[in-house]
């Protein structure tokens, strides 16, 4: 039998359909392994299957001397030193496509909940602060309908967001590293940021897209713009973000991932009441959750009998 070592509990019969073909070893905590852990245990293991929170750097990589693939349980692989496995011939496979749809839906959600001041006014009422009636100029947001959305990366969750918008009349503009044939108009960078009303962030972290998103970029945002992001925290430089919202340089932003997860109780983020936070739920519903479980486990046994796993990072 394969040995395998998983680093979380996942939801559905997968890992255990996995414990008819494989020896596994599982975490069975809801917080992540520390990294002795993982180390100690990865020597004689053929497989491992990770999450997003388990940094797989050289010295994880170089404990698994029998090592052949490494499967995350994550459309992200920045946590994972991809080149460094490819060097020692080890597989990196990973859970796209199954989650697009509830990512991008989660994307709409917050880009809604930010424009129309949905958390603001449920917190008013929570506090007992609704106090007059309906009047005309009470709360007013943005109108998301006709607006411009700039969506930054045009991969399969970007077109995702795209086709909700196309539902919503948006006019819809973007900027990636390649052109897709889509129905939205492509423009550099610079445009991009001066045009949006919503700039929605999907491109993946690497070397390129750290802090892409800095404090000279940010201020090239019009002041009525928001800002959502819902790929990874560091793309956007945090500080600088914290500084353009204290200064008003744009009119909110919605955020599902941080440079730090969870984020510090005292955040400077959380004294703004037009910033919508939620903590890193992109692909959290149970249909998708259980999916990714199913995509994991068929990527580490496909890539342990030598077949194509379903998908692999290349
Ligand atoms: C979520 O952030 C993922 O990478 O799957
Ligand atoms: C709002 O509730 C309206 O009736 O216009």
Same mark, same amino acid.
């Given at each position: 039998m394969y040995k395998v070592l998983i680093t979380r509990k996942l939801p559905g019969k997968w890992v255990h359909e996995l414990s008819q073909e494989a020896e596994v070893e599982l975490w069975e905590e809801d917080y992540p392994p520390p990294k002795s852990w993982i180390i100690s245990r990865?020597?004689?293991? /053929?497989g491992i299957l990770v999450t !997003? #929170?388990? $940094?797989?750097?050289r010295e994880i990589i170089d404990s698994a001397? $029998? !090592?052949?693939v490494i499967s995350t349980y %994550? @459309?992200?692989?920045?946590?994972?030193?991809v080149a460094y496995a490819k060097e020692r011939n080890i597989k990196v496979t990973y859970t796209p496509e199954v989650l697009t749809d509830a990512t991008a839906d989660l994307i709409f959600g917050l880009l809604i909940a930010v424009a129309r001041r949905i958390v603001e006014g449920d917190k008013v009422i929570r506090a007992g602060q609704?106090?007059?009636?309906?009047?005309? #100029?009470?709360m007013l947001g943005k109108e998301v309908n006709h607006s411009t959305l700039g969506i930054l990366g045009m991969g399969r969750i970007g077109q995702a967001v795209l086709k909700r918008a196309k539902g919503f009349d948006m006019r819809v503009i973007y900027h990636s590293r390649k052109r897709h044939e889509v129905e939205a108009e492509f423009v550099d960078l610079d445009t991009l940021l001066r045009e949006s009303d919503f700039l929605v962030v999907t491109v993946d972290l690497n070397k390129e897209t750290?802090? *892409? *998103?800095?404090y000279e970029k940010l201020?090239?945002?019009? $002041?009525?713009a928001f800002l959502i992001n819902a790929? $990874?925290?560091?793309?956007?430089?945090q500080q600088d973000l914290v500084k353009i919202l204290k200064e008003n340089k744009i009119a909110g932003a919605a955020l599902d @991932?941080? /440079?730090? /997860?969870?984020?510090?109780?005292?955040?400077?983020?959380?004294?703004?009441?037009?910033v919508v936070l939620t903590?890193? *739920?992109? %692909?959290?519903?149970v249909e998708t959750r259980e999916r990714m479980a199913e995509i994991a486990v068929k990527n580490l046994i496909l890539s342990l009998k030598g077949e194509r796993p379903l998908y692999e990072v290349t």
């Open positions: 990865v020597a004689d293991k /053929e !997003l #929170t388990e $940094r797989v750097d001397k $029998r !090592l052949k %994550s @459309v992200g692989v920045d946590h994972i030193d609704w106090s007059l009636p309906w009047f005309p #100029t009470y750290y802090h *892409l *998103l800095d201020s090239k945002l019009k $002041r009525t790929s $990874r925290g560091a793309v956007i430089n @991932v941080f /440079e730090k /997860e969870p984020i510090d109780k005292d955040d400077p983020l959380i004294q703004f009441p037009n903590p890193h *739920l992109g %692909s959290a519903t």
